[in-house]
């Protein structure tokens, strides 16, 4: 465990592997920490398997710093995760991600395309209802919050309480904010999950997955998945230049299946504790 400063927050994070070995980043989608059950379970697999796996808490998640400049909560974090590559000299690397982390690892690779090597995603937001639901869970419940109690309500809200026990620096940070200048933060957060026609993936425009011109493994999602469509997880592959869509090694209704799990991270249990599923694909994938 480590901390480092990039874009001026502090970040939290973790490399597992040997030193020298090929860097592969490992980002989490919600807002998850790194240590959810899962995710250092694949990220171990994928170490074992001959690579440097970088575990990292994004802005606001686990015990890393956040800020409310960026256009976005998704710019800021996939910003972070560059700086973060950069802060660490990692050259030549690997991005995978789900869920929030695949949006943020497509992202990040869009803005430094010459330094990533190969790329693997899934759980793919998207949808028109399935982005508005974004834009709640992100957003709503802290303009709903702000706008009855001021930031003191905002720092009592669940979606903060793992932040701050892990950060409490978060709670002044939080409460440091004004509550109308929130607000509006808040509502262009929300505003940049608007469902477009033009891009399956909010944040990224037809330049950007131009750009990505590496191998990219896409995972189809299940037909049952409403968070992360199957037409998106589709027309994300259709995007990208040089995309292999693959079928997961788990369950058509996987993300049903896992939501219905407990979030209890001292017994490793969590939507996320089925992805070690995944390592023999990706360390496929990503072995040259």
Excluded at 225 to 233: F, G, K, L, P, V
Aim: hydrophobic share 45%; aromatic share 10%; with cysteine.
């Amino acid at each position: 465990m480590a901390k480092i400063e990039v874009n001026g927050l502090t970040l939290d994070y973790e490399l597992i592997g040997e030193e020298g070995a090929p860097p592969l980043v490992l980002t989490p989608g919600g807002r998850y920490a790194r240590d959810t059950a899962g995710v250092p379970e694949l990220g171990a697999e994928l170490a074992k398997g001959g690579f440097r796996v970088l575990l990292w808490d994004r802005p606001g998640c686990g015990a890393s710093d956040i800020a409310f400049t960026a256009a976005s909560e998704s710019v800021m974090n996939c910003e972070a995760l560059v700086g973060l590559i950069k802060a660490l000299d990692l050259k030549d690397v690997r991005l995978a991600g789900g869920s929030a982390g695949s949006r943020v690892t497509l992202m990040a690779a869009a803005r430094m395309p010459e330094s990533v090597r190969k790329v693997a995603i899934w759980w793919i937001s998207g949808g028109p209802v399935g982005l508005a639901g974004l834009a709640w869970f992100y957003c709503g419940d802290q303009i709903a919050a702000a706008s009855k109690g001021g930031m003191e309500a905002v720092v009592e809200l669940p979606s903060w309480a793992d932040q701050i026990a892990r950060n409490p620096k978060i709670r002044d940070i939080l409460l440091a904010q004004d509550p109308d200048e929130f607000i509006e933060t808040m509502q262009q957060w929300g505003k940049a999950f608007a469902y477009r026609d033009d891009t399956p993936v909010p944040g990224m425009t037809a330049s950007d997955f131009a750009r990505l011109t590496m191998p990219v493994l896409t995972f189809r999602s299940g037909k049952s998945d409403m968070a992360h469509t199957r037409r998106t997880s589709e027309w994300t592959h259709e995007m990208l230049p040089h995309s292999r869509l693959v079928e997961p090694p788990w369950r058509e209704d996987e993300w049903n299946y896992v939501s219905t799990f407990p979030m209890d991270l001292a017994n490793r249990r969590g939507r996320f504790e089925r992805w070690p599923l995944l390592s023999t694909m990706l360390l496929d994938f990503f072995r040259d």
